[in-house]
């Protein structure tokens, strides 16, 4: 994946799944770029985990989303699952620091958000990992510390109205896959407003990410000017009415497919890692 200020131009991009609507149920998986080096081993990937964790738990970002959720979580939903989507790799082909930064980041954030919420339930929260760039080291790395990790769609399908959903910079394809069925308590991604922008012409688009724009307590998700650009929290308010997923497409949503894919999926990767 290239550093987000290098970005190539849409047709050239790794990850992109421009499928005809109905049968783009499984996107590709991404070409994996030449690696430069061997595949760090769980022991490696741990003690990079351990430094980064160290200077950035006490950041203020980290601090300011702890706090958020500690502050709100009595009158928000409560959460029994958390589902983490397009993490990144921590082991990225040319060790860019740039790159393994950013998934270090949002792993410990997701996890400072988990051990936050499980203040608020009596059961441990169940953490479940989708991302096809994983290397078995790096699997292992998230089991050894009870994590699950599974193949695409697993967890997309695994989204429940009581689930923590985490995906950070997804592509669109994939944010409608996970929110199809249902909508979770938390949604954390790329906010409405940014969809919006990008979508003039596709209201019918993202109708998930709509839906909980509307209903759903919104928070900015703390940024450290890297890792989290774009990026909202949603989150139901505890006894609200549980909205269904995004569902089948409509006419709206038909006819929405006359526009390239290729061309907004390139708008919105320049927009969101930048
Ligand atoms: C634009 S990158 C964002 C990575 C990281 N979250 C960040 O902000 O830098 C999108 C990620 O989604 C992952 N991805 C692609 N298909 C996926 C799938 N079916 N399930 C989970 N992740 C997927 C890609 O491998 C890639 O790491």
Redesign the pocket.
Known sequence: ?SG?DQLPPPSDQD?T?PKPKKTRK?????KLPQRTGPLKSPQEIETEYLQIKQDWSTSPCCISLRKLIASNGRNLSPVNKAIC?????FDPHDDSWE?KR??YR?YIAFVAMVEELEKFTTNKIECIF????FTEPEKQFLTTKGHRVVD??V??QSITDDSLLY?????RE?YQ?ALDTNLPAIFVGTDWDTWDELMLQEPALMRGVKSMHERYEKFQFPDDGL??SSTAIYWRPRGAKIGEGAGEEDDEDKHADAKPELELTGKL?AV??S
């Not at 499984?26 to 991404?30: A, K, N, V």
């Not at 989507?85 to 790799?89: F, H, V």
């Not at 989708?130 to 760039?133: K, M, S, V």
């Open positions: 994946m987000p990850w799944f499984r996107p590709l998986p991404p989507l397009g993490l990144g790799t790159t950013r998934t949002q989708q991302e096809p760039l695409h769609p967890a997309c995906g950070v910079h997804l592509y994939l896959e890792t989290f990767e969101v890692i």
